[in-house]
Every structure is written in C-alpha cells, then in structure tokens.
C-alpha cells in the first residue's frame, strides 16, 4: 500500500497504541509514527521499531500530524487534550481508544475549543490481559470491531478519514452512539472484568488459594482470564462508567441471589430454569 499519512501521533504507546503502530507500520500506510508517553513506553516502543520518534512532550509529538490517536488510559486523557490544543495542526483529526465515552467527549470538548469539530471518539474492540508496548501485535485488531462514535456535530468526512486510517490493521469498523456505548460496554466488557477480578479475589482469599492453583484447568482459567489485567487501569473504568456497571452489577446481584436461594432450598427444578436461560443466551453468542 502507498503511504497516505505523512505524520501519525500516538499518546499512549501501549497494548493498543503499539500494536496500531505495528500494524500501519507494516502496512506502509503512514509516513512517520511519533508517540508519546509519560513513562518509557514510547522510548520502549521506538527500541522495538514500532514507531519512528518517542517525543519528550504532548506538543512535540502532535505538532505537524495529520491524525492524532489518544490510547492512554481514560484518566490521562484530559491532560493530552490540553497538551495538543496550541500544537495541533489547523486540519489534524483526533480520535481516541478509550473505553469509555462520555468522559473523553466532555474532555475534548473542554480542551480543544474549535478543534473538537476535528474529534471522533472511538474504541477498538481489542486488547490483552498483557500490557506494554513490549505485548504489541500487529494483528491485535485484525477482524476485531472498531468502533467510531460520533457525536450528531461531527462531519461525516472526519469519521470517514479515522475509518481509511485504521482500515490496515484489518479491523471491521462501525459505528455506535457514544451513550449508548458505555452502557452496552458496561454489560459485555467493564462489569465482566469486574466479576472475573472478583472471583479471583474470592478463590484467593479462601483456605484452598493454593490447592485452586494447583488442582485448576481450563474452565477457572478461561472464566478468570482478564482478571490478570491491569488492576490500576480496571479501577479507572469502572470508576469512570460507574453508573452503567452499576445497573449491571444489581442484575449480577439478583441473578447471583437466585442462584444461592436455589441452593439453599434445595430446589433443583429452579436451578435449572435459571441456569437454562443463561445457557440459551450463551449459546448464542458468538
């Protein structure tokens, strides 16, 4: 593919913001890749020839890029917001990779001014419980949704332009309304970590920690898996869609109650009714 990008910035060069660079480097879509990162992430990326420049600042690595790509954690972005507002380029378009929406629209929209005009909020459906520019993969993305979720201002040719940028990676875009995304994003992602954490939690904090590591297959592992991510990131999700995990958590609560009523009466014909209709809805998913 011919290059069609000349400059590529990336705050945050992480799991997702590495393994985009990854993937437009090897698909020879974008000229030059600068990333920036508070730590060493993009000193460790550039070591890892996944970008070309690792910036000292927010500015530097905005400045002269057509598209800029927030993947920092949701906490951080209000900071990179305001950081690129005088070093952004007249027509630069910014997206972002947060799993959260609401939060990152009401930041961009207080820190760049005229610019969030140029802002289309999005999400990649992808990730790892690995973190680190040193776990990026050029085919995190390939056959994954990305989602972009514009805001009824937002011109339709800036949505276009982030869906060609990511196109590469062998990611399926699509679009979703940015409210809606944090409260189906709080039923099949943020609440689904949150059980997977604490059912980890409860199974190290029994008697039998030790023999469960040791006696455990596939089915503690597959269930528990992304509760070995990054607990510090986790936090900041759930704390920021807050409300929408909420309703989440009172329908686990009540699901879980009945379960445990169930049990408690020995009442087996119940049990199944519910464990039944999980199974059907689970059945068709895909």
């Known amino acids: 593919m011919t290059v069609a990008v000349r400059k590529l910035a990336i705050l945050g060069v992480g799991l997702i913001g590495a393994s985009l660079a990854a993937a437009l480097k090897r698909a020879g879509t974008v000229g030059q890749i600068a990333g920036y990162s508070p730590g060493d992430d993009a000193q460790v990326a550039r070591a890892l020839g996944h970008i070309d420049v690792a910036c000292s600042s927010v500015a530097e690595a905005v400045a002269g890029a057509s598209f800029v790509v927030l993947s920092a954690p949701v906490t951080a972005m209000p900071a990179l917001f305001a950081g690129m507002r005088e070093a952004l380029d007249g027509q630069a378009i910014v997206t972002d990779c ?79 309304d940015p409210l809606v995304h944090d409260r189906v994003f709080a039923e099949v992602s943020h609440w689904p970590h949150a059980v997977a954490f604490g059912l980890a939690a409860a199974i190290a904090g029994g008697e039998l920690s030790e023999r469960a590591l040791e006696f455990s297959g596939a089915g503690l592992r597959d269930t528990t898996r992304v509760g070995a991510s990054s607990p510090t990131m986790w936090a900041d999700i759930l704390l920021d869609n807050r409300d929408a995990c909420l309703e989440s958590a009172a329908r686990f609560r009540a699901c879980n109650d009945a379960i445990i009523a169930a049990l408690e009466a020995g009442d087996r014909d119940r049990l199944v009714e519910i464990l039944s209709g999980a199974s059907r809805w689970r059945n068709r998913l895909a």
Not at 122 to 133: L, N
Not at 145 to 151: E, F, K, Y
Not at 152 to 163: D, K, M, S
């Open 98 to 176: 947060g799993s959260t929406k609401r939060s990152v629209i009401d930041a961009a929209r207080h820190a760049l001014g005229d610019a969030f005009m140029r802002f289309v909020p999005g999400h990649p459906i992808a990730g790892s419980e690995r973190s680190g520019p040193q776990a990026a993969d050029p085919d995190l993305f390939r056959g994954r949704r990305w989602l972009l979720c514009p805001l009824e201002v937002t011109p339709q040719q800036h949505c276009e332009a982030v869906a060609r940028l990511v196109e590469p990676t062998g990611a399926l875009v699509g679009t979703l």
